[in-house]
């Protein structure tokens, strides 16, 4: 486990922005924000509606990583309170998205955002307004805006969930700022249905805090006839005076960050909702001191692990809205709580042993090789400790590939595929070396000879004492042919480790099929799975490979030994 000064460190070396470039960019954010918002009321409807801009997410937060230049921009329309009222929708899935159902429909500001025929506020036409607001100001501005000083900045748009305006300062260096507008309402929250109003007060009266505002957010990309309900200012205020919960969560998104694949799915959103969970469960300011931040993360962590193995984490606000449904894919899940459970922070050359992984794969697979990495910061291969920190790929190939060809295509591969530059890769005749996501990653091909599997036999796990794996060998190998045994031994005890920890209470005959197909999958072909009658002394090997509860498994096979000249 890191130590306090260990925390610290990585803290200030990929959390804390670079302050000098940050005052750089609000110099030059906020200006064109306020020359575009000028120029975008110039449009009636957006004119006639725009109140003002409620400054929100992580940058406002104060829980943004390193130099990321996004910064959340609400544009508050200003509809009188008294002319809708908010009700909940029966049986809806997206319970957080709300009708904003229409009261009083001659007030001119409510016509502006409803739909013909329509008896509600319509998130269609609010982004519509100011979507439409925003490209004539554009088009006015030719998109560029000249700042005080003669500084021109590039002006562009995109869109997703919000309308993102991208900054592009043209003598400033290579990034770019992006703005994230969303069209709102703003209203107190007497007007929540009672049912939620009562739950917010209880969530408040826990955290001794007392806002008696929220937002209607609206997103049709999501619901086109409700508007989101959030309460950004109960979390501010619900994470305000507790510094160790947000470094917590500020060294847990830059982790993601770093570690990159399948931890990449898990958003800052949710990682925030796991903090809060936390929060409710210990409000006190003291509990938060910087001094406890070693265990507040190793608790933040172990929270979003948790919330991963069970694929359960409620939404504080909406109870039953259950956010981790947002990860679509399952596999997702279990690889980030499999790591957060086998790691106990990002691998450093301080806290980590090098890990040496094998693989029987073709260079045309190298484009995956960032969740390759993804998947060993949690192997179970022992590590070799006379090697340096890191991980170390063992790349077996057949004869009929050439090394030199391999390690180009390797750094192709990385080049393309990981902002690694050129100048960061180490080559060698007979090896690569390189950083990925702050891990030392080695990659070194193997080419004197090959272990060619066939005709696998597999038992039903059974009974037995002796718990740790062990090797039958019936054929005469050479020391170096018996090591790649071994290290077969290794990767197929990782994958039914790995098998179980997925599949609790697996019955035997499941974790045979499933070990069968993933043993498929790294050989890359449909293996002769011979017939569980025959003998396992007749094939050339068997891996005794211990399970859970005192019990194994036998794999057998017969092989064949390559040479290369």
């Known amino acids: 486990m890191e130590t306090a000064s260990d925390l610290k460190e990585r803290f200030n ?62 544009m508050i329309f200003n509809v009188p309170e008294n002319a809708y009222e908010i009700i909940e929708v029966p049986e809806a899935e997206d319970v957080n998205f709300l009708k904003f159902k229409v009261l009083e429909n001659n ?33 006015r ?27 592009k300062p043209v003598n400033e260096g290579d990034y770019s700022i992006d703005l994230d507008l969303v069209a709102v309402l703003r209203f107190p929250i007497t007007k929540l249905p009672s049912t939620l109003r009562q739950h917010l007060s209880r969530i408040q009266g826990r955290l001794n805090t007392s806002v008696d505002e929220c937002l209607g957010v609206a997103l049709p990309l999501v619901q086109e006839e409700r508007l989101e309900v959030d309460f950004p200012q109960v979390t501010r205020d619900m994470m305000s005076n507790k510094p160790a919960l947000k470094m917590a969560i ?85 690889d980030v709580a499999r790591y957060l459970d086998k790691s106990l922070g990002p691998p450093t050359a301080k806290q980590q042993d090098p890990i040496i992984q094998f693989l029987s794969c073709s260079p045309e697979q190298v484009t995956r090789c960032h969740n390759i990495v993804f998947r060993l910061l949690h192997s179970c291969t022992p590590p070799r400790r006379t090697m340096k920190a890191g991980i170390y790929l063992v790349l077996f190939f057949n004869k009929d590939m050439d090394v030199e060809d391999i390690l180009n295509t390797w750094t192709d591969a990385l080049l393309k595929n990981t902002g690694i530059l050129n100048s960061e890769i180490e080559k060698s005749p007979s090896s690569l070396h390189f950083t990925l996501n702050g891990v030392p990653i080695g990659l070194l091909p193997i080419i004197p000879f090959g272990l060619v599997p066939r005709r696998f036999l597999v038992s039903v796990p059974c009974e037995n004492k002796d718990s740790s794996p062990n090797l039958e060998v019936r054929k005469i190998v050479s020391k170096e042919q018996r090591r790649m045994l071994e290290a077969t031994l290794r990767l197929y005890t990782g994958a039914l480790e790995g098998i179980e920890a997925e599949n609790p209470g697996i019955t035997g005959t499941d974790l045979r099929a499933k070990f069968e197909k993933v043993v498929d999958e790294v050989v890359e072909n449909s293996l002769s799975w011979v017939s569980s009658i025959e003998k396992h002394e007749d094939r050339d090997v068997t891996l005794n490979i211990s399970l859970k509860g005192n019990s194994s498994m036998r794999v057998s096979f017969d092989f064949d030994i390559v040479q290369y000249m």
């Open 250 to 334: 500020r060294l847990l998104k830059a982790e993601r960050n770093d570690i990159g694949g399948p931890f990449k799915k898990v958003k800052s959103f949710m990682i925030k909702m796991v903090a809060l969970h936390c929060v409710m469960d210990k409000p006190e300011p003291e509990f938060w001191e910087e001094k406890y931040l070693v265990d507040r993360y190793q608790e933040l962590r172990n929270r979003l692990q948790q919330s991963l193995e069970t694929d359960m984490l409620t939404d504080i606000f909406f109870p039953s809205l259950n956010i981790m449904n947002r990860i679509k894919v399952p596999q997702v899940k279990s």
């Open 13 to 74: 070396d990929t959390v804390v922005p670079d302050r000098e470039r940050e005052k750089i960019v609000n110099s030059i954010m906020h200006p064109c924000r306020e020359i575009i918002t000028n120029e975008m009321k110039k449009d009636e409807a957006f004119g006639t509606l725009f109140q003002e801009i409620h400054f929100s997410g992580s940058y406002f937060d104060k829980l943004a990583v390193g130099n990321q230049y996004d910064f959340d921009l609400n």
């Open 107 to 139: 007030d001119p500001k409510v016509k502006l955002v409803m739909e013909d025929g329509e008896d509600h506020i319509s998130s269609v036409k609010m982004r519509e307004i100011l979507k439409t607001a925003l490209d004539r100001a554009l088009t």
């Open 141 to 167: 501005l030719q998109n560029k805006v000249t700042l005080e000083g003669g500084e021109k900045v590039l002006v562009t748009r995109t869109e997703g969930l919000a309308v993102t305006v991208c900054l």
